[in-house]
């Protein structure tokens, strides 16, 4: 039997896309390909217009202007035919409590042609023990795994995940974690939006950074660390009084330190080697009479590159 | 991993009506207000404006060589209840409104009464009858009685199709509106269209669920207007099914209508109001709509419960067939329609 050759088409590819809400532009001229088989991040803080481009992408927001193709086809008319190959999972979904979970499930699998059975999607979200139970006696994590399995009923062939962990306690949030890295390894395209960089370090094949409705940085999480020039940060807080003595020279021209931002009183360092920089850095302190009230290491992460971006932290950005 | 639907999969109209059954069921203060509310007004309001036996009017007879005989005679009326009493002790009585009318002691005797009291110009009449014919008077003849208490002329069955109108319009409005807002405040209405799930069939769902329940409701009510309070249903029983089928349909649209935007169950609930409010006081739920002066007719008449109250009550009390109906059925028809196509004009999905 003769395979017919894969048409090496993107699972998802924008040019141009502009949102705009008012005077607000949520997205701001997005690019992005998502290859099959990958699973993609965009992340970026609250209001980085992750949203309403996911939102675009399903269908369920018209852009201003620009182009979408999602599987190769275009949004038009009713999409049932593209809806019954995408999986969505919206940022929060209240599912009506009196309903059971089996409930629910069947309900969502009969919107679709083919798919699992509801037994193999409980098993895949861990909730085979809440079959029976009724959606107003869940936990948020539950809630949450309930709402993936819905987007997994169908089996599809791109899967869209709005903040899945978003609000979940850690244990939730990494039993999440591993139901996306199953997907993963079955080979399912997956796109989802954080604001967690742990979790896109941990999940994504490739990450964008999302800023202003626009992307920032996009790479593998390994290259977009990379591209800060060192692989670790080293932050120092030094007493108000010597402070002034510091600048940002003075770092710069320490040993293996490749940049310096400052954050109030507080010193960031992107250094190659701690064990070089830090003994030249409590050393020059000491020179100019100062003391470090506060000194702490860390492996630089997409935190780091979003800071070393715009300034900010992707938290309280 | 895909697997093919197996033989119990449900399409998906009838997994989504069936969401809604369950919700609804699941639900105990849904099912008090939609199934047992209409049956306790039903018998609270039926009870209270129940027709009584005609009381018994009292009256005095003074006391005299009449008296005994007197009494006697006025005792074996049902509708005259007699007092023996003293000259004074009757005329007090007369005076406190204790008895309506007083018999002196004379022969022939005197009525005393007040002439503007329908009750004392009744007795004057029952006391006049008994006490002649016990004189010896012969009656010139024995007229038949027909007392309009049967069943049909009552206040309760004037009363339960009103209530009947009133459920359909409550649980249409409230059924389809509540629920598409709740759906549309939890981002389930966004859900559902972000699958393949066809809108229409998200829609005909609210309403397909909206006609099984009212299969148990309208049937609770009526079950219970024939069994317990006796209220008729002249007309036949098909014209009365559709004409509540052709009811719930209209509310279910105007329903639609309600929720087709509001995003909170408060904007929601004020909308509810705004639509029912009017038809609780003029539709003639409680009593007719004739009362509303002339000039506010044209409104009352407007209203798509008045249409169905008077259709009900058409085929119920009176025997209606579809012909004399058609007015009626028609303006809801027209209410029901145009609220449906307005509201998926409107709606709001997400």
């Not at chain 1, 924008?14 to 690019?31: E, H, I, Q, T």
């Not at chain 1, 042609?113 to 098993?123: F, H, N």
């Not at chain 1, 987007?151 to 899967?159: K, R």
């Not at chain 1, 010193?267 to 003994?279: K, M, Y």
């Amino acid at each position: 039997m003769v395979l017919p050759l894969q048409k090496a088409e993107s699972a998802l590819r924008c040019r141009g896309l502009v949102k705009r809400y008012g005077d607000v532009v949520a997205v701001a001229g997005l690019d992005l390909a998502v290859e099959r088989g990958e699973c993609f991040g965009m992340l970026g803080p609250n209001g980085a217009g992750k949203t309403t481009a996911v939102e675009i992408f399903e269908g369920l927001r018209w852009p201003d202007s620009g182009e979408v193709e999602v599987l190769g086809d275009e949004w038009r008319g009713d999409g049932l035919a593209l809806r019954r190959r995408l999986g969505i999972q919206l940022q929060e979904t209240k599912f009506p409590d009196k309903l059971r979970v089996r409930e629910v499930l069947s309900l969502f699998r009969s919107f679709y042609p083919r798919g699992l059975a509801i037994a193999k999607a409980l098993t895949l979200v861990a909730l085979e023990e809440k079959a029976d139970a009724q959606v107003r006696t869940l936990s948020g994590g539950q809630k949450q795994r309930l709402s993936l399995a819905c987007a997994l009923i169908g089996d599809p062939e791109l899967l869209f995940l709005d903040e899945p962990t978003t609000g979940l306690d850690p244990q939730s949030r990494r039993q999440t974690w591993e139901i996306v890295e199953g997907l993963k390894a079955r080979g399912r395209t997956v796109l989802l939006t954080t604001h967690y960089m742990e979790e896109a370090a941990r999940l994504c094949d490739r990450v964008a950074i999302l800023d202003h409705g626009k992307v920032i940085a996009l790479g593998t999480p390994r290259e977009l660390v990379a591209s800060l020039g060192a692989e670790h940060v080293v932050e120092v807080t030094v007493d108000e009084g010597a402070s002034a003595a510091l600048t940002a020279e003075v770092l710069a021209a320490l040993p293996s330190v490749e940049g310096v931002a400052r954050e109030g009183g507080r010193w960031r360092l992107t250094v190659r080697e701690v064990h070089r920089a830090v003994p030249a850095l409590l050393g020059a302190l000491a020179e100019r009479g100062a003391t470090a009230t506060e000194l702490t290491t860390h492996h630089a992460s997409l935190e780091d590159v979003f800071m070393a971006l715009t300034g900010r932290r992707l938290r309280d950005a | 991993m895909p697997e093919h639907a197996g033989d119990d999969a449900r399409g998906p109209l009838t997994e989504l009506t069936l969401a809604r059954v369950r919700e609804l069921v699941r639900e105990p203060e849904a099912v008090f207000w939609v199934f047992i509310f209409p049956i306790l007004l039903a018998a609270i309001l039926g009870l209270a404006f129940r027709s009584r036996p005609p009381e018994a009017l009292p009256v005095a007879v003074v006391a005299g060589p009449h008296g005994g005989v007197r009494l006697a005679a006025l005792s074996a009326q049902a509708e005259i209840k007699p007092h023996l009493l003293a000259e004074a002790k009757a005329r007090q009585a007369l005076a406190r409104g204790k008895v309506v009318l007083v018999i002196s002691a004379d022969d022939p005797p005197v009525y005393a009464y007040d002439p503007t009291q329908p009750e004392s110009r009744a007795a004057r009449l029952a006391v006049d009858s008994a006490l002649q014919r016990a004189a010896g008077r012969a009656d010139a003849f024995i007229p038949g009685h027909a007392e309009l208490t049967e069943p049909g002329t009552r206040y309760v069955d004037f009363l339960v199709p009103g209530l009947l109108g009133m459920n359909l319009m409550g649980t249409g409005m409230w059924g389809i509106g509540f629920s598409l807002v709740v759906a549309r405040q939890g981002n389930l209405l966004k859900r559902l269209v972000a699958s393949p799930a066809r809108r229409s069939h998200i829609l005909g769902a609210q309403l397909l669920s909206r006609l099984i329940f009212l299969v148990p409701e309208a049937g609770a009510l009526l079950l219970f207007a024939w069994l317990a309070l006796g209220v008729p249903v002249r007309g036949s029983l098909l014209l009365l099914v559709g004409v509540s089928l052709l009811g719930a349909v209209a509310f279910s649209g105007l329903g639609l209508l309600t929720a087709a935007r509001p995003r909170t169950i408060e904007g929601a609930s004020g909308l509810m109001n705004l639509v029912m409010v009017p038809m609780w006081i003029f539709s003639g739920i409680f009593f007719s709509t004739e009362r509303f002066p002339a000039v506010m007719q044209p409104f009352v008449q407007a209203l798509p419960l008045t249409a169905l109250n008077d259709a009900l009550r058409a085929v119920m009390l009176e025997g209606a067939g579809l012909a004399p109906l058609l007015p009626e059925l028609a303006l809801l028809a027209a209410w029901g329609g145009i609220s449906f196509v307005v509201a998926l004009k409107l709606f709001r999905w997400q």
